[in-house]
T-cell receptor, first 111, second 109 residues
Framework: NAGVTQTPKFRILKIGQSMTLQCTQDMNHNYMYWYRQDPGMGLKLIYYSVGAGITDKGEVPNGYNVSRSTTEDFPLRLELAAPSQTSVYFC??????????FGPGTRLLVL | EDQVTQSPEALRLQEGESSSLNCSYTVSGLRGLFWYRQDPGKGPEFLFTLYSAGEEKEKERLKATLTKKESFLHITAPKPEDSATYLCAVRSTGNQFYFGTGTSLTVIP
């Protein structure tokens, strides 16, 4: 099992550009989450999904969009990148035992 | 408002010197309290889940405890490989998780 995979590992964006952060899991977990982690700060929840076709906002959803068409994939879309979106982004799944499994992260720099 | 506060922000210990990390929380309805370990450049790694006051869990040199307002992560006789950032999170009766800012632990040989 690969667990949770995220691509890309690192990306530089210009202000106003768009991109999609990919997240894929092979554990058949229904719950999936997107977090951002800024230096010295805790993880902040952006969006989450309790299953295919169902998504909901977290603490900091502004500037982001998600979709969940399959159990395996949960992409995060940035439409108009801003410097405030410079961060490390983590995708995670949650199993029935309430253990969260995190991906390795995507480091995003917006200049 | 659901909130998690961790202290101290940073902790330096000599190898073998036991100590505790604190996680205090306010949550509308606690569905679980979670401890994670995070190494530099990596995603958090799950350690423990605690559900009710009085509950305790252990794993090697780590022991997590829970009261109605806070949780402690006790580290007994730490080794240099225990150096990492330790994160605490709560899950409310919704499906959201709220994380603290973490405690950065350094264990000196």
């Amino acid at each position: 099992n690969a667990g949770v995979t995220q691509t890309p590992k690192f990306r530089i964006l210009k202000i106003g550009q768009s991109m999609t952060l990919q997240c894929t899991q092979d554990m058949n977990h229904n719950y999936m989450y997107w977090y951002r982690q800024d230096p010295g700060m805790g993880l902040k929840l952006i969006y989450y999904s309790v299953g295919a076709g169902i998504t909901d906002k977290g603490e900091v959803p502004n500037g982001y969009n998600v979709s969940r068409s399959t159990t395996e994939d949960f992409p995060l879309r940035l439409e108009l990148a801003a410097p405030s979106q410079t961060s490390v982004y983590f995708c995670a799944t949650l199993n029935r035992g309430e253990t969260q499994y995190f991906g390795p992260g995507t480091r995003l720099l917006v200049l | 408002e659901d909130q998690v506060t961790q202290s101290p922000e940073a902790l330096r210990l000599q190898e073998g010197e036991s100590s505790s990390l604190n996680c205090s929380y306010t949550v509308s309805g606690l569905r679980g309290l979670f401890w994670y370990r995070q190494d530099p450049g990596k995603g958090p790694e799950f350690l423990f889940t605690l559900y009710s006051a009085g509950e305790e869990k252990e794993k090697e040199r780590l022991k997590a405890t829970l009261t109605k307002k806070e949780s402690f992560l006790h580290i007994t006789a730490p080794k240099p490989e225990d150096s990492a950032t330790y994160l605490c999170a709560v899950r409310s009766t919704g499906n959201q998780f709220y994380f603290g800012t973490g405690t950065s632990l350094t264990v000196i040989p």
